[in-house]
């Protein structure tokens, strides 16, 4: 079965640093792209960040660049995703997703929270 | 960044009624465009590619139109189980950018 599970949501302190990760099964990882699509509360859908399937290409957007940082281990057929000074409108669930195009995988989600 | 405009937010309609979505983009997109279908407290769910490549799987009641800036989303005959909130997204530019929702409920 294809799936995605994210993990390493949590509850940190605006400033603080949280690291997600997002384990693939049931798929040729190391063929696709993979992206990160964040979800506020209440709010639409926001992506975040894009790896190509070798790391050559990131994208970024403007809302996190600079503060986050994506990767992938192709090896362990995982996605990262490394958040530094959180800030209080980085509240959401976290979903990563597969795709170039068309994210046509997604994972659950994993929940960040940013508050004091 | 590319501006994605969805209308309309809301919509209430009835079962077997044909119900349309539209997508504006703010630039040219070619037919760099998708549709998501999400239902609450669940993960997005690709139903259109490319503007109009129905992902395998979807029923065929669901279409999609369009190129360059303007892009509709039908469900041609309204079901029970359609109730959710539909997004479009752009992918010309990475990362892409999604529409702000249109949330479908039933009359």
């Known amino acids: 079965e294809v799936q995605l599970v994210e993990s390493g949501g949590g509850l940190v302190k605006p400033g603080g640093s949280l690291r997600l990760s997002c384990a693939a099964s049931?798929?040729?990882?190391?063929?696709?792209?993979m992206n990160w699509v964040r979800q506020a509360p209440g709010k639409g859908l926001e992506w975040v960040s894009s790896?190509?399937?070798?790391?050559?290409?990131?994208y970024y957007a403007d809302s996190v660049k600079g503060r986050f940082t994506i990767s992938r281990d192709n090896a362990k057929n995982s996605l990262y995703l490394q958040m530094n000074s959180l800030r209080a409108e980085d509240t959401a669930v976290y979903y990563c997703?597969?795709?170039?195009?068309?994210?046509?995988?997604w994972g659950k989600g994993t929940t960040v929270t940013v508050s004091s | 960044d590319i501006q994605m405009t969805q209308s309309p937010s809301s919509l209430s309609a009835s079962v077997g009624d044909r119900v349309t979505i539209t997508c504006q983009a703010s630039?040219?997109?070619?037919?760099?465009l998708n549709w998501y279908q999400q239902k609450p407290g669940k993960a997005p769910k690709l139903l259109i590619y490319?503007?109009?490549n129905l992902e395998t799987g979807v029923p065929s009641r669901f279409s999609g139109s369009g190129s360059g800036t303007d892009f509709t989303f039908t469900i041609s005959s309204l079901q029970p189980e359609d109730i959710a909130t539909y997004y479009c997204?752009?992918?010309?530019?990475?990362?892409?950018?999604f529409g702000q929702g249109t949330k479908l409920e039933i009359k």
């Open positions: 997703a597969r795709g170039t195009g068309g994210l046509d995988v």
């Open positions: 049931g798929f040729t990882f190391s063929s696709y792209s």
């Open positions: 790896i190509s399937s070798s790391s050559s290409y990131i």
């Open positions: 630039q040219d997109i070619s037919n760099y």
């Open positions: 490319d503007a109009s």
């Open positions: 997204q752009q992918y010309d530019n990475l990362p892409g950018t």
